[in-house]
């Protein structure tokens, strides 16, 4: 581990001692907030109109290939989680596989990625993005990973948008000129 990555970790990370409207904050981001954002698009999805379904089609897919991705990559590296190795406070009590990256900020950074690279209007893509910043932020500030495994977990998204959106693209291009 990284001294930089401990460091940091033990800075973001909340202890008995902070004020408990951030660990409330904190615990909402990490617990409720992604099934929110994800019934939220699930809505969309169903309800939307068609133009807001084929928007989304990139959206949903760069989200599953950073979910995918993640479990991949956790399969292939060995990363323990903070309070494995005895550091910070553990906020939410779980056994955990490997750290790097977290699933939960692959995903919600996965669709702030996605929906950057639409055309949507400026203040949905930062709304968008800060939810995502705020459920990264929750599973370093709850103990659950390190800052690497978030960093990882965005490098991981941004990939995964650009490949769901040029996958898109291309299906898009060859639908219709057929």
Partial sequence: MQLWDRSLFLWLNLDPGDPHAFIAVAMFA?????DLVLGGLVLALLLGSPRTRRALLP????????W?????????VVSPRPYLVGLG????GRAGASGFPSTHASIA?????????NPWPLALRLGLLALAMLIA??????????????????VLA?????????????????RASA
């Fill in 89 to 92: 406070t553990d906020w939410l």
């Fill in 59 to 66: 959206v949903v897919g760069a989200m599953l290939l950073a």
């Fill in 109 to 117: 950074l996965a669709l702030a990625a996605a929906s950057w690279l």
């Fill in 137 to 154: 932020w929750s599973r370093v500030a709850l103990g659950a990973h390190f800052p690497s495994d978030v960093a990882g977990a965005a």
């Fill in 158 to 174: 941004a990939v995964s948008a650009l490949i769901a959106h040029r996958a898109v693209a291309r299906f898009t291009r060859a």
């Fill in 30 to 34: 990490s617990e409720w907030l992604p």
């Fill in 68 to 76: 995918a991705g993640s479990q991949a990559i956790k399969d292939m």
